[in-house]
């Protein structure tokens, strides 16, 4: 039982690049989550799904694409990188309703973009 | 103002010590309250879930005031593996439901020995 996995671990990308932050979990939780966290600033949503099917924009969307593949399944894109999404970037997932105040993290990913 | 608010730190403190961490949040509609351990470059995870009549785990004890929007965090008898950072964290109302956590940037510990 892994838990949340994401790949890759850390990526360093030059302006204008795309790459896309893999997320798997395998409690079979129903919602899935991308945040980023920077200094000072504590976590913050980027895009979130509720439930398989679904995706919305959390407070940060822009830039970010987001696809939940499947039930386990939660990828992360940047189209066009830059400078201000050098960030940690974090997967999560937890049950809908109430069980949502547990989140599960994966290990993160350390992006920095020149 | 951020929506949920923490004193940064670092609170350096002896081993044994007892240590007190404050959080606030502005709206006054969030009804769930948690606190997450941060160790230092990993990811959150859950300490505990905070209740309106306060509760307790080991040496932890949270509190929470919902006329002052005020949420707290007690370490007692403090281990040198309590040294992390603790988020402050409550629901988003406007989620519609508790699908949606805010997060406070952190308030950072160190338990020397």
């Known amino acids: 039982n892994a838990g949340v996995t994401q790949t890759p671990k850390f990526q360093v990308l030059k302006t204008g690049q795309s790459m896309t932050l893999q997320c798997a979990q395998d409690?079979?939780?129903?919602?899935m989550y991308w945040y980023r966290q920077d200094p000072g600033m504590g976590l913050r949503l980027i895009y979130y799904?509720?439930?398989?099917?679904?995706?919305d924009k959390g407070e940060v969307p822009n830039g970010y694409n987001v696809s939940r593949l499947n039930k386990r399944e939660f990828s992360l894109r940047l189209e066009s990188a830059a400078p201000s999404q050098t960030s940690v970037y974090f997967c999560?997932?937890?049950?809908?309703?109430?069980?949502?105040?547990?989140?599960?993290f994966g290990p993160g990913t350390r992006l920095t973009v020149t | 103002r951020k929506e949920v608010e923490q004193d940064p730190g670092p609170f350096n403190v002896p081993e044994g010590a007892t240590v007190a961490f404050n959080c606030t949040y502005s709206?006054?509609?969030?009804?769930?309250f948690f606190w997450y351990r941060q160790d230092c470059r990993k990811e959150p995870k859950l300490l505990m879930s905070v209740y309106s009549s306060g509760n307790e785990d080991g040496r932890f004890t949270a509190q929470l005031n919902r006329a002052s929007q005020y949420i707290s965090l007690l370490i007692r008898d403090s281990k040198l593996s309590d040294s992390a950072t603790y988020l402050c964290?409550?629901?988003?109302?406007?989620?519609?439901?508790?699908?949606?956590?805010?997060f406070g940037a952190g308030t950072r510990l160190a338990v020397h020995p």
């Open positions: 409690m079979n939780h129903n919602s």
């Open positions: 799904s509720a439930s398989e099917g679904t995706t």
């Open positions: 999560a997932s937890s049950e809908p309703g109430q069980g949502a105040g547990e989140q599960y």
């Open positions: 964290v409550v629901n988003d109302p406007r989620s519609g439901g508790y699908n949606k956590l805010i």
């Open positions: 709206n006054s509609a969030s009804q769930s």
